[in-house]
């Protein structure tokens, strides 16, 4: 989609910091940190914290990539509206050519850095939300949460391959346990945001089939996350402490999820949407305990594990 450049408010570094979205970028970061640490082998610690630097930049040029593409309906959210493309404070032309330009830095750096593996996956990753989710998925199909979550999922791996070149079963079940909780976390959101999307004709599943079928397929993809995370203790990267965390999160995302699916838009809760919100705060904590305990099996070494 093309973009016009009009006059521009003074930009700052602010507005550019903005334009990598910082707490997309911090998951990344933090989920690649993850993969990297609890990988078998070793890495210096100048080379692993330049290598979660180059990911964290990455990440950083997705979201750049994203708000150029994405500025004609940021313009019209709510929640959005003040972003740096739409705010008139950076350019379009800005936001693109610094997208790129932080593309090719990451990438290169993260391959002389590490590996060429983990350097292609960045890129792979880069490409894969900025093009197939952002200019395709986003404005065309309800799957767009689905399939483009992917994006977000492979953090982990790309750090579990910058220390040892391979992407193991392990690496791809870290990216499983984003991939399924990532729909319905934002179907949680989506359940009560759903008029920014239906203004800005994004095809949310809110949008597409209503709430009702959004809230009993956040119940079908809570079960999917249930059973993933549940595999992961089994595996090298868990043992009996991520069986014991996975049993407590499990337990109260069900609930929370159960919840959600039973609620009525016609309930009079004290405070509107209650439930999805009150899911929505869990899988954030959800999400950052269970990677979290995966660094703890780690650090127990031989005293973790089966």
Known sequence: ???????????????????????LMSLSVFTALVGLLVAPEGLHPFLAATSILWIAIGAGASGALNMW?????????KRTRNRPIPSGRVTPS?????????????????????????AGWLLFTIFFYAVIYSMWLKRTTSWNTVIGG????????IGYAA?????????????????????????ALALFVKLDYHVARIPMLTVTHGRDETRRQTWLWSLGLVAVSFVTAFTAIGGPLTLAVASVLNAVWLQRAWAVVRRDDL???????????RLFKWSLIYLFAHFAV???EAALGPYGGW
Do not use: C
Request: proline fraction near 7%; aromatic fraction near 12%; charge should be negative.
């Open 1 to 23: 989609m093309a973009h016009v450049d009009g006059p521009a408010e003074e930009a700052g570094l602010r507005d550019y910091w903005q334009l990598l979205k910082p707490r």
């Open 69 to 77: 593409f994405d500025a004609d309906i940021d313009r019209v959210m």
């Open 94 to 118: 800005d936001a693109l050519a610094l997208g790129l330009f932080l593309t090719v830095l990451s990438v290169t750096m993260l391959g002389l850095t590490a590996n060429w593996v983990a």
């Open 150 to 157: 992917l994006a977000g999922a492979f953090p982990p791996m």
């Open 163 to 187: 220390v040892t070149g391979t992407t193991p079963l392990e690496a791809w079940l870290m990216v499983a346990l984003i991939f399924m909780w990532t729909p319905p976390h934002f179907w």
């Open 267 to 277: 309930d009079s809760d004290a405070d509107a949407h209650l439930a999805e919100r």
């Open 294 to 296: 995966f660094v703890a």
